[in-house]
């Protein structure tokens, strides 16, 4: 679609928004006043016309080319949305403001009429967790470059059976019919996780520009694009977590889990001396173009306390070079890893990184 459409596209499809949501205000009103006089059928058919009409607008407008995520992907974005689909989730994405270390962003699950917009601040050099359509994350966002009219962005998109909550602080959701669209926000994220935090208040200017990337963000970039970093994120959640898992709450979850009581090496006396109750990472170099992401965990037993995963980066090629288990990991390939974590999370308290 040419450029001069797509702008065109776009302004139909705010006017028609507007317009839509004004019908929908009357049509309300008018099944309540309908109902105060016991008739209220025939609004009931309005405000169902009305819907019917205003969902084959949207999609009408949102028929557009669509960027889809197979994997991640580099993306310039710019005042002018971007369609992007991921996973059965659609939204469109722009450009809307920088400063010296962020770019803010407006995402808005499609069809727009019906979801909230939302602001999302992206960090220079970090991943920013966002939930487009769910409770947990399955979108990450990198910023990668900006100037004062658009953004290069990596598109990211993360499994949401992972279990990673969005970032919460730098999600504002916006009223997407009110002119100067960045007024009036309140801290929430885009979609229905349950924290909600203080939204950070970012800073705007148009002259100042991003300094270069150093090799430790780089390594950093290239570990947050892989499926490792995220796997490694909930560990890290799941260990700092078991010092709630009590004796009560561990038998009867064992109990719970697996059909019988917990004996011999099982019991929380034994389990609760072997699982980590740390996990941390470091980031160290090797050379110039080559970095090690290194995971410990610590326990109370030698043979659970030390490197759990050392994952190899290429800064050049952007890519994974080696991955060692060791450890709690011994021996274990990215899907035995994986799988610890579905089944610690299936048992849906503190206790589940012991008892898996």
Known sequence: MRLGLRREYIFCERIIIGVVYLLAEYGVALALEKHRKRNSRKSLYLV??????????????????????????SLTIRQTPTLVGMNGAYFAISFHSY????????ISELPIFIQPEALVSVGYGN???????????NLEIKLDAATPSSANVTLIPVDPSLGIAPDSAYITTINPFVAGRN????????????????TTSIASTSTTTIAQETNKQKAMNVLERSTYYSLMQNYTEMYANDSSCTSALYNSSYNTHYGYPPRGLYTY?????????????????????????????????SSTTGMA????????????????????????????????FKMASSVGNACGIMIA
């Open 48 to 73: 169902v016309a009305i819907i019917i009409i205003a969902v084959a607008a949207a999609i009408v407008l949102n028929g557009g080319k669509y960027t889809y995520l197979n994997a991640s992907k």
């Open 99 to 106: 400063s010296s270390n962020r770019t803010d962003l407006l």
């Open 127 to 137: 991943a920013t967790h966002v939930n487009i359509g769910g409770k947990y994350a």
């Open 183 to 198: 007024q009036g926000s309140t801290p929430v994220v885009i979609s229905n996780a349950s924290t909600t935090q203080t």
């Open 269 to 301: 006396q034994n389990t609760s001396l072997v699982v980590p109750y740390k996990m941390n990472m470091t980031l160290n170099s090797s050379s110039t173009n080559i970095y090690t992401a290194i995971y410990r965990t610590y326990s109370h037993e």
């Open 309 to 340: 995963l050392e994952v190899g980066l290429n800064i050049t090629s952007g890519t994974i070079i080696s991955v060692v288990s060791d450890g709690v990991f011994y021996g274990d390939n990215f899907t035995t890893i994986f799988n610890g």
